[in-house]
């Protein structure tokens, strides 16, 4: 009975001594799971974090691509309404420009009647003149005389716009 009996109590030490490891190794291992807890709580926290920035990002770039397609549009309305704007006012421009060159053609019809007797008479002595002198010195004379006419009749002293207005 001694004999069983110490062997019973080296297996209780026994099993004690590997209950003690197991304790231990449990205690390490609650450890280990609550660090474990925590590093995937923590990773939880992140990943909801970054999902929330991430739709703010989506959002906001959403946003900023409306936005972007209504300035694109505002702008493309806004050269169409200039685009017509000039338009308009080219044609206005135009009108007024023509109405002034018929009204001052009509004016200068009236008013060169008189002038245009004095510079014949100019003209034809000028011409008997000439006629005396070289040739030449006849045609540079001329053209000198009918520009100064031209200007004296029109009262306009650039030349480009003189002949724009001969071509018209």
Same mark, same amino acid.
């Given at each position: 009975a001694? %004999?069983?009996f ?6 209780? &030490? ?18 280990? @799971? ?16 970054v +999902?929330d920035?991430?739709?703010a990002? @989506? ?19 806004d050269?169409?309404?200039? %685009? ?5 006012l080219q044609? +206005? +421009? ?13 004016t ?6 008189e002038? *245009?007797l ?23 004379e %001329? @053209? ?7 200007? &004296? *009749? ?15």
């Amino acid at each position: 009975a001694l %004999t069983k009996f110490n062997l019973q109590l080296s297996k209780n &030490s026994k099993m004690r001594e590997e209950i003690d490891i197991l304790r231990i190794e449990r205690s390490r291992f609650d450890q280990l @799971y609550k660090r474990l807890e925590k590093e995937l709580l923590q990773t939880r926290k992140e990943i909801g974090i970054v +999902i929330d920035e991430s739709s703010a990002a @989506y959002d906001a770039r959403d946003e900023a691509q409306t936005k972007m397609l209504q300035m694109k549009e505002r702008a493309e309305k806004d050269l169409n309404q200039h %685009t017509a704007e000039i338009k308009e006012l080219q044609r +206005i +421009i135009d009108h007024d420009r023509r109405l002034k060159e018929f009204m001052g053609t009509k004016t200068q019809e009236r008013s060169i009647s008189e002038e *245009v007797l004095d510079a014949r008479r100019r003209r034809e002595k000028e011409e008997q003149e000439r006629k005396k002198r070289d040739p030449t010195e006849d045609t540079i004379e %001329t @053209y000198e005389q009918a520009f100064q006419q031209i200007q &004296s *009749v029109t009262g306009e002293d650039d030349l480009d716009i003189l002949v724009n207005k001969f071509i018209e």
